[in-house]
């Protein structure tokens, strides 16, 4: 497997030091980590789930609008940052893997390299007293 | 492949009697080819030194440079070659998306620090903005990657024939990572440096002082030796020393790095402390081919 980017591996690096529920995507969309504190509220580490295709995750923990369809990946902050090399921000749904659902805010930043995108780090708010019951 | 160094010291040029062994110049390695020619490493200040040897016997000559930190590009005002009209010189280094390398290498070489410009130097000078990338110098084939350091950073690998070195002076991969249980694709400088004859590597800071210096580029014993055998360096030869570090320090300092490699079943004879004057030949057996 090839080495990853040095700005993805710096990204990582930050991210793991963080307190603040983060992941970190490559530029296909593809989730390549997430941190202690998105694991704690996904009810997943990442060392136990690994790296997830776009589908698969947005197919198994959102998000999902109000009324509990997924949302658009258009419509998404992640896709944003990718596709528009932009800052993106969103409220809505996440599920995790216990079945608890999360309102959550989340901000996608992009990481544009000397060679292009070559992903995004998104960072999520949860919105006080926001545990629903599982959907 | 041939090495020698003329410069292993880091930050700043460390001069004085207590520093007469490992020496007090800044970074800069030499490298005869297979087909003799002359690769420069890094252009601290024991450039100044190679450049008067080699001034009328080399007019074409290759610099790569790491990163244009003082203690890297600080000899090359007085490199003998660059005052010679014979000269051809090409530096690379790497790029930046704020100004070119020549710009960048520029606000040194120009006043009020120097009394010359680039454009002044009777030689010819090019400069090669280096993105992370492959290709060849001689029968050399170079591969730059980006690694962590503070500022656009590369290391260098250095495949001739059968023989592979990797050179990585300034870098802190153990920044926030777990370096002895982390995938290697997300390790720094791991693609470069994996199954090298030769891995030169920055080890600064002792990991008693290292707490002190979290962040700074530089990494600690631990990690320095970590990063070799998780790379599988046949051969590690620590680099940057502390200007703080005196010849008595660094001789305990490799004593505690020999001791701890063998812990990490390191084998036998493959770490050293780089110091000036040092000649290796690359690919040999280790204890092999060292004169000091």
Request: aromatic share 8%; with cysteine.
């Amino acid at each position: 497997m090839h080495q990853k980017p040095l700005e993805l591996i710096l990204a990582r690096n930050l991210l793991t030091s963080l307190s603040t529920p983060a992941f970190l995507v490559d530029e296909s969309g593809t989730m390549i980590f997430y941190n202690e504190a998105a694991g704690a509220l996904l009810g997943i580490s990442f060392e136990e789930s690994g790296r997830m295709p776009a589908e698969e995750w947005s197919h198994a923990i959102g998000p999902f609008g109000d009324d509990g369809s997924p949302i658009p990946i258009e419509q998404l902050p992640t896709t944003k940052a990718l596709r528009q090399g932009r800052p993106a921000h969103g409220g809505f749904t996440v599920r995790s893997m216990t079945g608890d659902d999360y309102e959550i805010e989340s901000t996608a930043l992009p990481i544009v390299a000397e060679g292009g995108q070559e992903g995004a780090m998104i960072f999520f708010w949860t919105r006080a007293n926001n545990t629903r019951g599982a959907a | 492949m041939k090495l020698k160094v003329w410069g292993a010291r880091g930050s700043v040029p460390a001069p004085g009697p207590e520093m007469n062994r490992y020496g007090g110049n800044t970074s800069c390695v030499e490298l005869e080819l297979s087909d003799g020619s002359t690769l420069i490493i890094d252009a601290g200040t024991g450039i100044r030194s190679l450049g008067v040897g080699i001034a009328k016997r080399l007019p074409k000559i290759n610099i790569l440079l790491t990163h244009l930190h003082l203690d890297h590009i600080q000899g090359l005002m007085f490199f003998a070659p660059c005052f010679r009209s014979e000269s051809k010189i090409t530096i690379w280094g790497p790029s930046s998306p704020e100004a070119s390398l020549e710009e960048r290498i520029s606000r040194y070489i120009s006043a009020p620090l120097s009394p010359v410009e680039v454009r002044e130097l009777p030689c010819e000078v090019n400069f090669r903005d280096t993105p992370p990338s492959e290709w060849e110098i001689g029968p050399a084939k170079i591969h730059a990657e980006a690694v962590t350091h503070r500022g656009p950073t590369l290391g260098y690998r250095i495949t001739d024939g059968p023989t592979t070195l990797t050179y990585i002076s300034d870098h802190e991969p153990g920044l926030g990572a777990p370096l002895e249980s982390l995938e290697p694709e997300w390790i720094s400088g791991y693609d470069l440096a994996r199954d090298s004859h030769l891995l030169i590597h920055d080890c600064q800071y002792t990991d008693e002082e290292y707490p002190e210096h979290v962040g700074w580029g530089h990494s600690r014993l631990s990690d320095t030796l970590t990063f070799a055998r998780r790379v599988d360096a046949q051969r590690l030869l620590m680099f940057h020393h502390d200007p703080l570090h005196s010849d008595d320090f660094l001789d305990r300092f490799q004593e505690s790095a020999r001791e701890r490699w063998a812990e990490l079943g390191g084998p036998d004879g493959a770490v050293q402390m780089a110091a000036e004057a040092q000649e290796i030949e690359i690919g040999a057996p280790v204890g092999m081919g060292v004169a000091s």
